[in-house]
Antibody, heavy 119, light 107 residues
Framework: EVQLLESGGGLVQPGGSLRLSCAVS????????MSWVRQAPGKGLEWVSS????????YYADSVRGRFTISRDNSKNTLYLQMNSLRAEDTAVYYC????????????WGQGTLVPVSS | DIQMTQSPSSLSAFVGDRVTITCRAS??????LGWYQQKPGKAPKRLIY???SLQSGVPSRFSGSGSGTEFTLTISSLQPEDFATYYC?????????FGGGTKVEIK
């Protein structure tokens, strides 16, 4: 069974940093591009970032470029999102998802982790 | 960036009704479109990819059609478990972009 489990969310002050992790199982992680998608409270879905299967190519939404960094460790079957210079508007549930542009978009999603940014 | 305009933003329907949701892309995206269902407090679930391919395990009452810039999700006979919010997603190019969502409610 394909499983994705996010962790690392929690309350952070504006200007602060947080690193999200997504541990996966049930599939060959190194063969898939991966993505992060977020959802602000009561709002729609917003794509944040994607990374190629090897980790050599990354993509970002304009709203996070220069502040967020996506990475992966294929030996640990884990995806990461390093978030710096956080703003109130980054408050959202962050979902890890298997798949990216080259794989017909994300197909399987984790349960999400909440990141409130507030003083 | 490719903008995805989804309509309607909400609808009310009876169990058994046929429901249609539309997404329009600001430029041609070939068939690079998926549909997702999201229930409150839950992660999105993919229903359709490649415009019309049904995700494994998804009931056949869900179908997708379209090409180029106009796409449709159809639920042939709405069931109680189908009341949810639906989103389209284009993955033709980065940035990936979602439609604004359609909330399907019980009439």
């Amino acid at each position: 069974e394909v499983q994705l489990l996010e962790s690392g969310g929690g309350l952070v002050q504006p200007g602060g940093s947080l690193r999200l992790s997504c541990a996966v199982s049930g599939f060959s992680f190194r063969n898939y591009g991966m993505s992060w998608v977020r959802q602000a409270p009561g709002k729609g879905l917003e794509w944040v970032s994607s990374i190629s299967d090897s980790g050599s190519v990354t993509y970002y939404a304009d709203s996070v470029r220069g502040r967020f960094t996506i990475s992966r460790d294929n030996s640990k079957n884990t995806l990461y999102l390093q978030m710096n210079s956080l703003r109130a508007e980054d408050t959202a549930v962050y979902y890890c998802a298997r798949g990216a542009q080259s794989t017909y978009g994300p197909d399987t999603w984790g349960q999400g982790t909440l990141v409130p940014v507030s003083s | 960036d490719i903008q995805m305009t989804q309509s309607p933003s909400s609808l009310s329907a009876f169990v058994g009704d046929r429901v249609t949701i539309t997404c329009r892309a600001s430029q041609g995206i070939r068939n690079d479109l998926g549909w997702y269902q999201q229930k409150p407090g839950k992660a999105p679930k993919r229903l359709i990819y490649d415009t019309s391919s049904l995700q494994s395990g998804v009931p056949s009452r869900f179908s997708g059609s379209g090409s180029g810039t106009e796409f449709t999700l159809t639920i042939s006979s709405l069931q109680p478990e189908d009341f949810a919010t639906y989103y389209c997603l284009q993955y033709n190019d980065y940035p990936l972009t979602f439609g604004g969502g359609t909330k399907v409610e019980i009439k």
